[in-house]
């Protein structure tokens, strides 16, 4: 009883309180939102990568041995020289749905209501991380980029007998046993006891061990339960190269965290 009325309470709390960076109501550009992790479909997948090759598009990552880039790969900064700071989308025409409908000092439940009249009742795509439309991740370690395509994979399974599957580099979202609702993250890594995320709503680096974890949200992490995969939980991931066991990617870019434009 108490883990729900605590799950109430931060699902309250989140659709309550937007971060308000709009000025007065309208969007400041300030590409606050434009996120590495955003709610995509296929669909807006496709538009971008096409996009992204008709204009010979080729995003940038900043310098760094080890880097966990948190922001969208089209937020560009056109003119350094004269316009420091100032940043745009540059698949403005492409952009994907959600950049068409979120404002930031709407509620979950307003910018749901915004989704269901420009786009019906088709429900919002999972989170998923923008970088693939490049088949990056937007993530370096050790010197090297880890390739969308060639993430290491991990499996765990619970108690429960569920089992789960994350790529290096993806998003995933757990809800843990005191309740707090830990946002769409990438998954750096996985050890015998728990998810090494970033938390990109934070810009930090977390660990979570698998005793915390009360549920996970992304479904489409969700996959069948196997022996295996019991296997791999207790060998604590196993399946993962070596490379990034234990460790992985611990350094932000967090100096342009807050300039830029979105495509609303
Ligand atoms: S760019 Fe995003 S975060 Fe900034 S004001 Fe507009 S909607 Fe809000
Ligand atoms: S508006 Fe453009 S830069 Fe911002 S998240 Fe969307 S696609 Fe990326």
Redesign the pocket.
């Known amino acids: 009883m108490q883990k729900k009325e605590n799950r109430y309470s931060v699902a309250k709390d989140l659709a309550a309180n937007p971060?308000?960076?709009?000025?007065n109501g309208v969007?400041?550009?300030?590409?606050?939102?434009?996120s590495n992790i955003l709610p995509l479909s296929e669909q807006d997948i496709r538009r971008l990568r096409s996009f992204a090759e008709e204009h010979k598009f080729v995003p940038r990552l900043p310098a760094g041995a080890n880097l966990i880039y948190a922001h969208c790969p089209f937020l560009i900064e056109p003119d350094p020289e004269t316009q420091p700071g100032v940043k745009i989308c540059a698949a403005y025409d492409a952009r994907p749905d959600v950049c068409r409908i979120?404002?930031?000092?709407n509620t979950n439940d307003q910018n749901a209501r915004a989704w269901m009249t420009q786009f019906g009742a088709a429900a919002m795509p999972e989170p998923a991380n923008v970088w693939q439309v490049f088949n990056r991740t937007g993530l370096r370690y050790d010197g090297i980029e880890i390739p969308y395509d060639q993430a290491p994979l991990c499996r765990i399974a619970n108690d429960k007998r569920e089992a789960y599957e994350f790529h290096v580099g993806r998003p995933v979202s757990v809800m843990l046993e005191n309740g707090e609702f830990v946002p769409p993250s990438m998954i750096l890594n996985i050890s015998q006891l728990g998810l090494q995320i970033f938390n990109g709503a934070k810009n930090n680096v977390q660990f979570i061990s698998f005793g915390q974890i009360d549920q996970i949200l992304s479904e489409a992490c969700r996959v069948e339960f196997t022996e295996d995969m019991e296997k791999c939980a207790v060998d604590g991931g196993n399946s993962c190269e070596p490379d990034h066991e234990n460790t992985g990617p611990t350094q932000t870019d967090s100096n342009e965290t807050d300039a830029?434009?979105?495509g609303?």
Do not use: E, R
């Not at 979120?102 to 000092?105: E, H, K, P, T, V």
């Open positions: 971060t308000n960076l709009t000025k969007c400041s550009k300030c590409g606050g939102c434009c979120f404002l930031c000092s830029g434009i979105p609303t």
